[in-house]
C-alpha cells in the first residue's frame, strides 16, 4: 500500500496526543509529586510503549525506523565527562541535550564532575534534573550542591530520589532533614534508598513502612541489594501483599543464586516478562542470559531485554545484543543498554547503531565516567519517575 498510509497517520496522530498527555502528567509530578500523578505517568507510558511497537512494526514493514519518520524518545543518558564536553562543544548544543548530560552525571562525584554540575545550572539547566545527578555521590561535595540546590528552586522529591545509593550518616541527615521540611511524598524517600543495604538503610525502611508508604516504592528501593537481608525484606513486602512485578523490578544488580530462584519463582507465578526484563539490568552471569533467552522465547518486549544489558560488557553481553539487533530491537534502546560499557567490543556496537540508524545523542550519552554498579543502575530505577 501507499506510504505513509491512514493506518500510519492515524496511528502517529494517536501517539502525539498520547504524548501531551504523558507531558502533562510529566508536570503534575514535578509540582505535586503524588502516587496519583506517578500512577498517571505510567499509564500513559504504557500507552506510548504499545503505540510504538505497532508503529515500528507498520514502519518496518516499509523500510523506515521510528526515528527517521519524525519521532524521537525521552533521552535517558549517561556519559562520561570527557564524552559530555565533547558533544556539549559541537555546534547546535541544545538546552535538551544539557538536560540529558546532567541525568548522566549520576554516580560522578569527582571535582570535576560537580564542577560540570555547576557549569550546567549556571548555564540554565533545570535544578531538578541536578538533583537527580547526584545519586550514587556521597561526598561533602555532593552534600553541598545538594544543599545548593534545596536552598533554591529543586523539588523535595527530586533530591529525595537523587540520594540512591548514598548510605551514609550525612546521607540520613539529608533524608532526615527532607522530612523536616515537609512538603515531601514520602514514597520517594523509598526511591531514594535504591543500592542501599546496610542496618541502617533497612531501620529506614522499616520506619517508612510503618508509616504508611506505599510497598510498591520500598519494593523498587531494594534495586541492587543482594544480601540476605534484602531477600528477607522481599519476603516480607510480599506477604504483605507487595505487586510481584515491583519485586521482579526490585532484582536489579542481583546476580546471586538466590536472586535468580526468586525471578524464577516470579515468572512461574505469571509475573510480567517485561518487569523480569527490567529486573535484569546489571546482571553478567551465565545464568543471567539464559533467564534472557528464557525471557525472549517467551516474547517479552525487546526494549526491556536491551535496557537489561545497561552494565553488562562481557563476551555473551555483546552477542545477546547483537542478537536482539539482528530479531529488530530498536537501535536507540540498545545504545542505552550499553551504559557503563567501556570495552572495544562496546564502541564497535555503539558504531554499528549509529550506521544503523540510532540517535547520535544517545548513543553519545552511553558512555559512565564512574563504573560504579549503582550508576550504571540508577538511571534505569529514575527513568519511570521522570
Known sequence: MPFPCQKFQNLKQTFQATATRYQA?????????????????????????????????LLRDNGLSLYEAGFFSPEYMTSSLAKMRAFAAEPGFS?????????????????????????????????????????????????????????????????????????????YAFREKLLKAGGIDKDFLALGLVGCDSPEAYAFRQELLDGGVDKNYLASSLAGCDSPQAHTFRQKLLDGGVSEDSLAYSLAGCDSP??????????????????????????????????RQELLDGEASKLYLAYSLAGCDSAEAHAFRQKLLDSGADEDSLAQGLAGCTSTEAEEFRQTLLAAGATRAIVHSSYFANSNKLSTLAPLFMKHQK
Open 95 to 171: 538546552q535538551t541535550d544539557k538536560y540529558s548530560l546532567a541525568q548522566g552525571l549520576a554516580g560522578c562525584d569527582s571535582p570535576e564532575a560537580h564542577a560540570f554540575r555547576q557549569k550546567l545550572l549556571d548555564g540554565g539547566v533545570s535544578e531538578d534534573s541536578l538533583a537527580y545527578s547526584l545519586a550514587g555521590c556521597d561526598s561533602l561535595q555532593a552534600y553541598a550542591f545538594r544543599q545548593e540546590l534545596l536552598d533554591g528552586e529543586a523539588s523535595k522529591l527530586f533530591l529525595a530520589s537523587g540520594l540512591a545509593g548514598c548510605d551514609s550518616p550525612q546521607a
Open 25 to 57: 502528567a510529566l508536570d503534575h509530578l514535578k509540582q505535586e509529586g503524588t502516587y496519583a500523578s506517578v500512577d498517571a505517568l505510567k499509564v500513559t507510558e504504557l500507552e506510548l510503549e504499545e503505540l510504538k511497537a505497532e508503529l515500528e512494526a
Open 258 to 291: 538466590e536472586a535468580h530462584a526468586f525471578r524464577q519463582k516470579l515468572l512461574d507465578g505469571g509475573v510480567s516478562k517485561n518487569k523480569l526484563a527490567s529486573g535484569l539490568a546489571g546482571c553478567d552471569s551465565l545464568q543471567a542470559y539464559a533467564f
